[in-house]
């Protein structure tokens, strides 16, 4: 079983920037594809942001050239930093654990986009 424990999120002026952090409970966290999702109110979970054992990143394209994923294993955590944030930003952010058929979330962090 994997716990992960989002933090970072508030409130921020359009153009801000927001880092978000997600640790993980789990002895192997170097295994586990690592991701951030995001969901508005009234909209599906999105993929925001992915990062794999091998440090490929993949992103939304939304968020390209604004938004960075990172990880640092030997503290079980993965970083979303969000920079020139926009009002569309606004949203949940989820963490996501994944290896093989093993998928967790943690619990979300809100991030609210608005002057």
């Known amino acids: 079983q994997v716990q992960l424990v989002e933090s970072g999120g508030g409130l921020v002026q359009p153009g801000g920037s927001l880092r978000l952090s997600c640790v993980a409970s789990v002895l192997s966290f170097r295994i586990y594809n690592m991701g951030w999702y995001r969901q508005a109110p009234g909209k599906q979970r999105e993929l925001v942001a992915t990062?794999?054992?091998?440090?490929?990143?993949n992103y939304a394209d939304s968020v390209k050239g604004r938004f960075t994923i990172s990880r640092d294993n030997p503290k079980n955590t993965v970083y979303l930093q969000m920079n020139i944030l926009k009002p569309e930003d606004t949203a949940v952010y989820y963490c996501?654990?994944?290896?093989?058929?093993?998928?967790?979330w943690g619990q979300g962090t809100q991030v609210t986009v608005s002057s």
């Open positions: 990062i794999s054992t091998a440090l490929t990143t």
């Open positions: 996501n654990a994944n290896f093989y058929d093993r998928i967790y």
